[in-house]
C-alpha cells in the first residue's frame, strides 16, 4: 500500500483546511486508518483514528471537537477536516494504515511521507 497525503500548507488561526490520504496499490477498504503528527522537537503523536467501517473513531484530546476523521473508501482515500486552527496544531500530519484500529502509531504498518502545516497567530 503507498499512501500519499497532500493538503497541508500555511494558515492564520483559526483558519479550516483538510487533509487528503489517497492510498494506491491496494485497496484499503478493510484497513484501519490513522493520522498522526509530529511537530518539531517533538515525538510523533496520535491525532485521530478510524476504523475498515467507519463505526469506530478515536481522537486526541488536543483535537477533539475541532477536527473531524473520515474515509471513502470507494475513492480509497481518507480526510482529515481541521476547523478552528492553532498554532499549536503546526507539524508535519502523516496518515497511517494498518490491519488493527488503534491510537498507536506501533499499530500501523503503511505511512504516508506527510503533509506540513504552518498555523500562524
Known amino acids: 500500500v503507498q499512501l500519499q497525503a497532500f493538503g497541508g500548507g500555511l494558515v492564520q488561526a483559526g483558519a479550516s483546511l483538510r487533509l487528503s490520504c489517497a492510498a494506491s496499490?491496494?485497496?484499503?477498504?478493510?484497513?484501519?486508518a490513522g493520522w498522526f503528527r509530529q511537530a518539531p522537537g517533538k515525538e510523533r503523536e496520535f491525532v485521530a483514528a478510524?476504523?475498515?467501517?467507519?463505526?469506530?473513531?478515536g481522537y486526541a484530546d488536543s483535537v477533539k471537537g475541532r477536527f473531524r476523521i473520515s474515509r471513502d473508501n470507494d475513492k480509497n482515500t481518507v480526510y482529515l477536516q481541521m476547523n478552528s486552527l492553532k498554532p499549536e496544531d503546526t507539524a508535519v500530519y502523516y496518515c497511517?494504515?494498518?490491519?488493527?484500529?488503534?491510537?498507536?502509531?506501533?499499530?500501523?504498518?503503511?505511512w504516508g511521507q506527510g503533509t506540513e502545516l504552518t498555523v500562524s497567530s
Open positions: 497511517s494504515v494498518g490491519r488493527e484500529y488503534g491510537l498507536d502509531h506501533r499499530q500501523y504498518e503503511y
Open positions: 496499490g491496494r485497496t484499503i477498504s478493510s484497513y484501519a
Open positions: 478510524i476504523n475498515w467501517s467507519g463505526y469506530s473513531i
